[in-house]
């Protein structure tokens, strides 16, 4: 059984905040439901330190630890791993403030499942969240991990990242989706989200 870390570094536009009136920005991270609270107008605009990014990708990048996604992408993951996650729908407006995609979604990552090995990986546990990883230099998953579970999850002890499983990782590989990588999750290095 092999897993993927999602990378969604791109030369494309860069998002830097949350959508006002939503969930709190920490919430995002912690696998829980927020349509309910979700705003239904809910904005993201491009950031403002990065005038010259203006592309529109099937990943968004953004420095907020979330993946913001086209509609390819939801459809995609919804037919694959529809209890994993939510999609909440943001409009995105460019520097201008102008209307350049209301088929983005943040995907709302709702799984979490055990599978690094924290005692045969190289990394640092954050000096603020004490249980979760702040730095990787060599990531390694644990052996004879159960099949099954979540195929779309945020790996415990390191939230701020999103893990796919094979089949997941073949399908978005194959559909020729525009800025995302992919990483395989054993012996990764942490580089390239």
């Known amino acids: 059984m092999?897993?993927?870390?999602i990378g969604d570094r791109n030369d494309g536009a860069v998002l830097d905040a949350y959508p006002r009136n939503g969930p709190d920005g920490w919430r995002?991270?912690?696998s829980h439901l927020l349509s309910l609270e979700f705003p239904t107008d809910a904005v993201m605009g491009f950031s403002p330190s990065f005038p010259d990014r203006r592309k529109v990708y099937d990943f968004v990048a953004s420095i907020l630890d979330i993946r913001i996604v086209s509609e390819r992408v939801r459809c995609m993951v919804l037919e694959m791993a529809p209890n994993d996650v939510e999609f909440l729908p943001v409009t995105l407006v460019d520097h201008q403030r102008e209307v350049v995609s209301r088929e983005h979604f943040i995907m709302n990552v709702l799984t979490r499942r055990e599978v690094i090995d924290l005692e045969r990986s190289d990394v640092r546990m954050g000096s603020v969240l004490k249980t979760e990883i702040g730095r990787v230099r060599k990531?390694?998953?644990k052996e004879n991990l159960e099949p099954?579970?979540?195929k779309v999850f945020r790996p415990m002890h390191l939230r701020v990242n999103t893990m796919?499983?094979?089949t997941v990782h073949e399908a978005l590989a194959g559909a020729g989706l525009t800025g995302c990588s992919f990483f395989p999750a054993n012996g990764w290095n942490g580089k390239g989200t």
């Open 28 to 30: 995002y991270l912690e």
């Open 148 to 150: 099954g579970g979540p």
């Open 2 to 5: 092999s897993f993927w870390v």
């Open 139 to 141: 990531l390694v998953l």
């Open 164 to 166: 796919i499983d094979e």
